[in-house]
């Protein structure tokens, strides 16, 4: 209470008139004049201050609020976004082991065919080197024969045979030879 309703009620109390239950209109009045004048002071004063505080403190809660709802939403995305990207690195890494898989038995198949063609290439070489030895051998032989007849004819035309007789036997020894093949 003001200073004003304070004196106005000791007053009253003083003059010792009335009983509790009397109402003191000129009491009543100053109460109601100081409450006006200090619900107009407080509302000046006091009361826009403290709901323009009130006010701005509930905006930057909100702010703050849609603030992280926001940053959520954007991490929500980046996280989709890392497991998308995480999914697709991990189909490239399969799609590289895969093809390297792939040119690996490629390459392998090549090799493999690339070295039987080259085996059949030394083989077919060895067997032609041996045909020709086996054809100057055969022709070796057959000279070595061919002397060995005729020494031999020699030494029998030298023993009474007419020389028709040589000729023939030596031909007939030189027919019985086996062919060049």
């Known amino acids: 209470m003001s200073s004003a309703a304070i004196t106005a009620a000791a007053l009253a109390a003083a003059a010792g008139k009335g009983s509790i239950?009397?109402?003191?209109?000129?009491?009543?009045?100053?109460?109601?004049?100081?409450?006006?004048?200090?619900?107009?002071?407080?509302?000046k004063l006091g009361w826009?201050?403290?709901?323009?505080m009130i006010e701005e403190r509930e905006r930057t809660i909100r702010d703050s609020v849609e603030g992280a709802h926001k940053a959520n939403a954007e991490a929500q995305a980046l996280l989709v976004q890392h497991k998308e990207t995480m999914r697709e690195a991990a189909q490239q890494r399969e799609d590289l082991l895969k093809q390297a898989f792939a040119d690996a038995d490629q390459a392998r198949a090549h090799l493999t065919a690339q070295a039987k063609a080259e085996a059949e290439k030394q083989l077919q070489k060895?067997?032609?080197?041996i045909q020709r030895e086996k054809q100057l051998a055969i022709?070796?032989?057959?000279?070595?024969?061919?002397d060995l007849a005729m020494g031999a004819?020699?030494?029998?035309?030298?023993?009474?045979?007419?020389?028709e007789a040589q000729r023939?036997?030596?031909?007939?020894?030189?027919?019985?030879l086996p062919d060049k093949h």
């Open 48 to 52: 826009k201050p403290l709901l323009s």
């Open 126 to 129: 060895a067997r032609e080197q």
């Open 153 to 163: 004819a020699a030494r029998i035309v030298e023993s009474s045979l007419t020389p």
């Open 168 to 176: 023939k036997l030596v031909d007939d020894f030189i027919e019985g």
């Open 21 to 43: 239950t009397d109402i003191d209109w000129m009491l009543t009045l100053l109460t109601l004049v100081l409450f006006a004048v200090f619900a107009f002071v407080m509302t």
């Open 139 to 146: 022709q070796e032989i057959r000279g070595e024969i061919a």
